[in-house]
Structure formats: structure tokens, C-alpha cells
């Protein structure tokens, strides 16, 4: 059974340090549940069940938490994708997906799993519209927070994203992919990754971009980069 999506966990959250020196940032508690938690309930909400999560740093929590919760609190299937305990280190993000890319489906939501997005719809509507359009990802773009604020993406009129643009806007780490992004031609590294190789996930972007073959759109709901500690205290003091 192939997953329809992939919750990247396996950073080691230095910003965050101290909280993430025994925690992994997933699993920090945003408004009184994990933070990963936020995105699983939203995918599964959506009707997205099958989920691949990568892990490194203190993975293991990860999957004992969600080995912990009743089978009635997550109607979800977990598959996890442990970069940490097959090569002691995090891969990266292209690196964990093609590590993981055996467990995916052809189209696949990317997200993760330290950002929070409450308000997110993950909809089947998006992954056929997705599939229909015949691009190799579609990225939801968000306007640039003050740790960003040149932005990562233009954005055309007519849906494409843009490596140089007037106007940029922050990825938001949620996406739809399809597989062969990173297969060859456009991904160097084998499916499954059995070396083990890291590598960033903006350099095929960007290379797609330029092919034309990378759509986008803007979100302008709530959304936050939960990298330090002074940002998580934000969330949970407006709860």
C-alpha cells in the first residue's frame, strides 16, 4: 500500500536548543497536542491516512508516540522512513524523500513536520487537479515572515512559480510532488537511497523551475516556521 504523503521530522532543530536537546522539534507541544500532530490530523481530516514519516535526531520518540496512541485517536497508517538508524545522520530533503520514495505513491504531499498551519485543507481536489496538470510539483507559497524576507519564489499570473521574480514569497514547505522529480533525469540519487547520500531538495526545484515545470499559488491563512523558541512561546501564548 503506497503512501499519499510525507511528514518530514528528521532535522535536529538547533535553533531551537535547549527544548529540541531531548525532544525532537515534532514532537515540541503546540496549543496542547505535538506539533506534528497539527499536520497529522490535517492530512487524515482531508482523507490522506497513509503517511511516511523520516526521522533522525531522537526519531524514536517520534514513532513511540504515535506507537502509543490508541488505534480509535489516529485513524491514520504510519510508515516511518529511520535516516538516523539506517545511516546516523538526517539525509537532508531530497535525500529522505528518495530514501523514502519506495513507500510513495506517483503524487504525494510534502510537508513538515515543524511548521504549523492549522487552517490548511488538504484536499483531494488539489492532488487530481495536480495529477491532471502534468507539472512535477506545486508548491503553496506564503508572504515572507520577518526571518525571510526576500522570499524563496516568484509567482507568474498564469500559476508558475519563478526563480527570479519583483515580488518573492516563502516557500511553506507544503507541496505536491510526483515521483519523478526525483527519479533520473532530474534527481541523481537512486530510488530508496541506499547510500545514504544527502542532498538538499531547492536545487531540483529550482532546476524544474526553470524548465517550466513548477506550479504554485499563495496561502494566505495562518502559518508559521516554528524554528526558535521564542516563536513556539508566541503560538502557545495566543492559544
Known amino acids: 500500500m ?3 504523503a510525507i511528514i518530514l521530522a528528521a532535522g535536529r532543530g538547533e535553533r531551537m536548543r ?3 536537546d531531548t525532544t525532537p522539534k515534532p514532537l515540541l507541544p503546540v496549543r496542547g497536542k505535538p506539533l506534528m500532530q497539527w499536520s497529522v490530523d490535517a492530512l487524515a481530516q ?4 497513509r ?3 523520516n526521522t533522525a535526531w531522537l526519531g524514536g520518540q517520534i514513532a513511540a508516540y504515535f506507537d502509543q496512541r490508541p488505534a480509535s485517536a489516529d485513524p491514520v497508517k504510519l510508515a516511518f522512513s529511520h535516516e538516523g538508524q539506517d545511516f546516523g545522520r538526517a539525509l537532508e530533503t531530497a535525500g529522505g524523500i528518495a530514501r523514502a520514495l519506495p513507500l510513495l ?3 504525494f504531499w510534502v510537508l513538515a513536520g515543524d511548521v504549523f498551519v492549522p487552517d ?3 484536499t483531494q481536489a488539489s492532488v487530481d487537479r495536480f495529477a491532471a496538470g502534468g507539472k512535477l510539483a506545486h508548491l503553496w507559497l506564503v508572504p515572507n515572515p520577518p526571518h525571510n524576507p526576500r522570499g524563496d519564489f516568484g509567482l507568474s499570473d498564469d500559476g508558475l512559480a519563478l526563480n527570479r521574480a519583483e ?3 516563502t516557500y511553506s514547505t507544503i507541496g505536491l510532488y510526483r515521483r519523478a522529480l526525483f527519479e533520473a533525469p532530474w534527481c541523481p540519487i537512486p530510488p530508496g537511497n541506499p547510500q545514504g547520500v544527502a542532498a538538499a531538495l531547492a536545487p531540483l526545484l529550482r532546476t524544474a523551475i526553470d524548465a517550466g515545470q513548477v506550479s504554485a499559488e499563495l496561502y ?3 502559518w508559521t516556521d516554528v524554528g526558535t523558541p521564542q516563536r513556539l512561546a508566541e503560538l502557545n501564548d495566543a492559544s
Open 167 to 169: 515580488v518573492q514569497y
Open 46 to 49: 482531508g482523507g490522506f491516512r
Open 18 to 20: 535547549p527544548l529540541t
Open 51 to 53: 503517511l511516511v514519516v
Open 105 to 107: 505513491g506517483d503524487v
Open 2 to 4: 503506497t503512501s499519499q
Open 220 to 222: 494566505t491563512g495562518a
Open 120 to 122: 490548511f485543507a488538504f
